[in-house]
């Protein structure tokens, strides 16, 4: 048998707020509603646009920028939102390059299921810093990924560095 540790799932499985968590976009963020969100793993949000972690990361600080409108593909953006959006991924390479000294970047959008899209009515980009040698044994032997850092430390590092 397999075991992989991930002793602070435990909060989220005896979470009384787990069954009452909204439905609906996890990127659309109601007029008026505050950031940082810590809850929502939410660290910024603009005018027309807004910077979220992932909550099932690629690698740690992985990053999430959407348009606060809720626009499924590219040719729904205005040009006031694309250049919103680029400057909010263009920030969010920024705070991770000085706050996590990576080695280098995978910045990208899936557009549609087929294309890998686990959220494809509200278009959204993907940061992913990487370091050498993140790929380590334990992802090529199993296909399972290890986050070194607990998520909630790392939006409490990474909130700081987005104005809040």
């Known amino acids: 048998m397999k075991q992989l540790w991930a002793p602070w799932r435990m909060k989220y499985i005896l979470s009384k707020d787990r069954e009452s968590r909204p439905e609906g976009c996890i990127f659309c963020v109601p007029e008026g509603e505050e950031a940082p969100n810590k809850a929502r793993l939410i660290l910024k949000v603009g005018r027309l646009s807004m910077v979220m972690m992932n909550r099932y990361p690629y690698n740690n600080g992985h ?7 809720h626009v499924p593909d590219l040719a729904g953006l205005d040009r006031e939102e694309m250049a919103d959006l680029l400057d909010h991924v263009r920030l969010g390479v920024d705070v991770l390059a000085r706050s996590s000294h990576p080695n280098g970047f995978n ?6 299921r087929v294309a890998g899209a686990g959220l494809e009515d509200h278009l959204h980009f993907h940061i992913v810093p ?11 032997l199993d296909d399972v990924r290890v986050v070194p850092e607990h ?10 560095h987005f104005g809040a």
């Open 63 to 69: 990053l999430l920028v959407a348009p606060r409108r």
């Open 107 to 112: 910045v990208g959008l899936n557009l549609g």
């Open 130 to 140: 990487r370091w050498s040698g993140d790929t380590n044994f334990i992802t090529v």
């Open 151 to 160: 998520i909630e430390a790392a939006f409490d590092r990474l909130v700081r």
